[in-house]
């Protein structure tokens, strides 16, 4: 049973680049959240995709966009990169309800450090 | 708003029990997660309580009192390898039925022979 999988591992770019990073959920989840997580601190939410629509968002600029495909993986999209966006960015993925068998499980995650 | 509290730090001997402590200030309650989280890897889940009390997986248990807005992961028989950052993460009572997380900042724990 693979677990959530994302790519790449790790990216280097410049300031005002774009960027997309990839995620496969666990088997049998449909929702897939995004999280940047900055050193030392704890995941921060960017946004939550399920049936290929963006239905909750965090506190984060029109930069961070997503999308979600009919497979369920997701691309999280980040434009006009600044130095700030260097974190590790991680997808979660879970069934849509709020019970204890909706836990996310999260991927090994992408490094991005923009230089 | 939404806050979640953490020790920042905390250190402890191989084979002892450690006690970390997280409370939170939210605005209606649904239920608290605890992960663990080594250096440059994922956070991986280890527990989640939505009523109060204490509920036990192995070496680790974890604590809810709704009441206090407080909860308690509680580590036995460290290990090495139980050296890692701890996550404690409530679901966004705000957030309309979804599945949204709020984490803490973390508790690096370091464990010493």
């Known amino acids: 049973d693979a677990g959530v999988t994302q790519s790449p591992t790790h990216l280097i770019k410049t300031r005002g680049q774009q960027v997309t990073l990839r995620c496969s959920p666990k088997?049998?989840?449909?929702?897939v959240s995004w999280y940047q997580q900055a050193l030392g601190q704890g995941p921060q939410f960017i946004f939550q995709?399920?049936?290929?629509?963006?239905?909750q968002r965090g506190n984060f600029p029109d930069r961070f966009s997503g999308h979600q495909f009919p497979n369920y993986s997701s691309e999280l999209n980040v434009n006009a990169l600044l130095l700030g966006d260097s974190a590790l960015y991680l997808c979660?993925?879970?069934?849509?309800?709020?019970?204890?068998?909706?836990?996310?499980?999260f991927g090994p995650g992408t490094r991005l450090t923009v230089l | 708003g939404q806050n979640i509290d953490q020790p920042t730090e905390m250190t402890a001997t191989e084979g002892a029990i450690v006690q970390i402590n997280c409370t939170y200030q939210?605005?209606?309650?649904?239920?608290l997660f605890w992960y663990q989280q080594h250096a440059g890897e994922a956070p991986t889940f280890l527990s989640y309580?939505?009523?109060?009390g204490l509920e036990e997986k192995g070496r680790f248990s974890s604590f809810l009192s709704r009441s206090k807005g407080y909860s308690y992961l509680l580590l036995k028989e460290l290990q090495m390898k139980d050296s890692a950052s701890y996550l404690c993460?409530?679901?966004?009572?705000?957030?309309?039925?979804?599945?949204?997380?709020?984490f803490g900042a973390g508790t690096r724990l370091a464990v010493h022979p």
């Open positions: 309580n939505v009523l109060d």
């Open positions: 939210t605005s209606g309650f649904n239920g």
């Open positions: 995709y399920y049936e290929e629509e963006e239905r």
């Open positions: 088997s049998g989840h449909d929702t």
């Open positions: 979660a993925s879970s069934t849509p309800g709020e019970t204890s068998t909706d836990t996310q499980y």
């Open positions: 993460a409530v679901r966004d009572p705000n957030s309309g039925g979804y599945n949204k997380l709020i």
